[in-house]
């Protein structure tokens, strides 16, 4: 016999926190005693001593993750040899360039920036990048940025050739990496070993992202000094720091809350680090003197050291400017353990679909045009399901059932909403068909019929042959409508007069568009007029992208949403990309 679903905003969460109240009961904690008891009996001390420190919290644990993880999988330098590297690149000696900054490495930082970018702009050796990033390189900063992110990037791939992959130990550190159960990462890195290891955990790049984005503190990485995939937001001279230090009382009390709520464990980083200090003393100020070691009791400071001939716990006291913090050291000469013991841990549900739950909820309770509606349980086959903001399901099921239930969800989803999954925003992993024909016509209709991306679905459900012919076939007369509207897109003749005059010949990329004085809409109708061939799609995407960040109001105009449909086109309709 089937149950019934559980069907409502109210009923979501209170299931939701049924799962995760600590104050009703603690199920990582009991489960967690179970495996410490294992533990015990089979003889591993050091095994059974970190997992009864942590089956003493009611969160799991995240990982603080610096340079030196990426030193041992990815055999990349730490800040003052890839500082080293490109100060030979640039002609000049590092010795000099560290007395000149005093030893402050940012302050090198930035004087190396100023001599790199007069090389980068005239350096044979830097042609071909002056070509594909010319765009990018908008200050005397950038230009090293740029390299810096190309030369991680190209290093950053756990596979042959480096020591992650082959080194046998090495090797083994990696999987068993990959199996800890954790609530999330924090990383001051660049590089992508962090999305290599936990590919499932969406990520946040910068203190910006992290302010304006909807993240859940689950699940869920955080790049908080920049990502090689956009070089700008590299923290990396002294001009950095200085505008990541004017913003970084937000990012302390993001911080502050997941060091209030888990244990985090301190891997790669020197205890030295002022990075580190410098997040320690604000958390500390902000906790005050009385709970400074209630809040040592969650940090876990990890040293390797290879002399160690087994791993350890004991307390160590940091020396901070307001003064000390006792935090608990591991020392080890392998991680393997370590990460077997936080393989061990059981949470009450895998931390993805707590992160969904919570994010469910979270969009529930702060969209504006949510009707308030009362608690009811639907059988899962009611019509009235269809009229629900949310449905949660618990008890047996059929696919059939899940497949109704998503299509019950398509309905909802908007024309921003697409535009999000074609930008690479917040994608969506409908199956392309359903979303055809369930999703678009109440979204064409919502969106009064105006310009809606189409493409990248059509695409995915094999429609377009080789030839651009679109197979319509069992999909709403719409679609057709819509399809034949994005193909033949309309600009005004005076813009277009203007752009040849005006723009063609001085402004030949979808960024020099966006940094220009034009007015915002002239901008977007340039964005569809100008040359693909003169630029990377990546490059128009990344424009849409900052325009959909960044500008509310623009981001609504009809000229927005032509835009993305133009690169929709571009990057998916065959039909197009043979023109």
């Known amino acids: 016999m089937n149950l019934p679903l559980c069907a409502c905003k109210q009923s979501l969460l209170s299931c939701f926190d049924r799962y995760v109240r600590p104050d009703e009961i603690n199920l990582f904690h009991l489960r967690n005693i179970e495996i410490m008891n294992t533990a015990s009996n089979s003889g591993d001390a050091f095994t ?61 930082a930035g004087k190396l920036a100023a001599l790199f970018h007069e090389v980068w702009w005239s350096d044979a050796k830097y042609a071909d990048s002056r070509v594909a990033n010319s765009g990018k390189v908008v200050d005397r900063q950038m230009a090293l940025k740029v390299e810096i992110a190309r030369y991680i990037t190209a290093k950053s791939e756990l596979g042959e ?15 068993h990496f990959k199996r800890v159960v954790i609530g999330g990462v924090i990383t001051t890195n660049y590089d992508r070993l962090i999305g290599q290891i936990f590919p499932e955990f969406p990520a946040y790049v910068g ?34 720091y200085a505008q990541f230090e004017r913003r970084d009382k937000y990012l302390a009390a993001k911080l502050l809350t997941i060091f209030a709520e888990h244990p985090v ?18 958390i500390c100020c902000a906790v005050g ?28 006291v940091v020396k901070l400017e307001n003064g000390l913090i ?73 696919y059939s059932d899940i497949e109704g239930l998503s299509a019950v969800g398509l309905r909802g989803i908007d024309r921003r909403r697409v535009v999000q999954d074609v930008l690479g925003d917040k994608p969506l992993s409908a199956d392309p068909n359903q979303l055809l024909s369930e999703a678009f016509p109440e979204v064409l209709k919502r969106a009064s019929f105006g310009y809606v991306p189409i493409f990248k679905y059509l695409a995915r459900a094999k429609r377009i042959n080789r030839s651009g012919k679109v197979d319509v076939k069992g999909l709403p007369v719409e679609i057709a409508n819509c399809i034949d509207k994005n193909r033949t897109m309309k600009i005004q003749e005076s813009a277009k007069r203007r752009f040849h005059r005006d723009v063609e010949d001085s402004l030949g990329t979808p960024a020099g568009i966006l940094r220009s004085d034009l007015s915002d809409g002239f901008k977007m109708e340039c964005l569809v007029l100008l040359d693909p061939s ?40 065959v039909e197009k990309s043979k023109s």
């Open 48 to 108: 059974h001593e970190i997992l009864e420190i942590l089956a003493g919290h009611t969160a799991l644990p995240y990982l603080f993750v610096g340079s030196g993880m990426s030193r041992r999988y990815l055999d990349l330098p730490d800040w003052p040899g890839l500082l080293r590297l490109f100060a030979a690149e640039a002609g000049v000696d590092f010795g000099y360039l560290f007395s000149s900054a005093e030893g402050d490495l940012p302050i090198l």
């Open 161 to 175: 050739g480096t020591p992650g992959v082959d080194r046998g130990h090495l090797r083994e550190e990696i999987e």
């Open 207 to 240: 203190q910006q992202e992290l302010l304006l984005s909807d993240a859940q503190f689950v699940a869920e990485t955080y790049k908080i000094h920049g990502a090689v995939e956009d070089p700008g937001s590299l923290v990396l001279t002294d001009h950095d």
């Open 265 to 282: 464990l301190f891997l790669g980083y020197s205890i030295e680090d002022p990075n580190i200090l410098k997040i320690l003393e604000n």
């Open 289 to 316: 003197s009385e709970r400074i070691s209630e809040l040592g009791d969650r940090m876990f400071y990890v040293e390797w050291d290879e002399n160690v001939d087994s791993p350890s716990i004991e307390t160590y």
């Open 326 to 398: 006792p935090l608990r050291r591991i020392r080890l000469n392998s991680f393997s353990p370590l990460f077997l013991a936080l393989g061990r841990l059981e949470p009450p549900m895998p931390a993805q679909v707590i992160r969904m739950l919570t994010k469910h909820v979270y969009d529930i309770v702060r969209d504006p045009n949510v009707t308030r509606q009362p608690v009811v349980a639907v059988p899962i086959n009611s019509p009235g399901a269809e009229n629900l903001k949310v449905i949660f399901g618990v008890g047996p099921y059929e």
């Open 534 to 573: 003169g630029f990377e799609l990546d490059d128009l995407r990344d424009a849409l992208l900052t325009v959909l960040r960044t500008d509310d109001s623009l981001s609504k105009s009809t000229g927005f949403y032509r835009a993305v449909c133009h690169y929709d086109r571009l990057t998916f309709d």
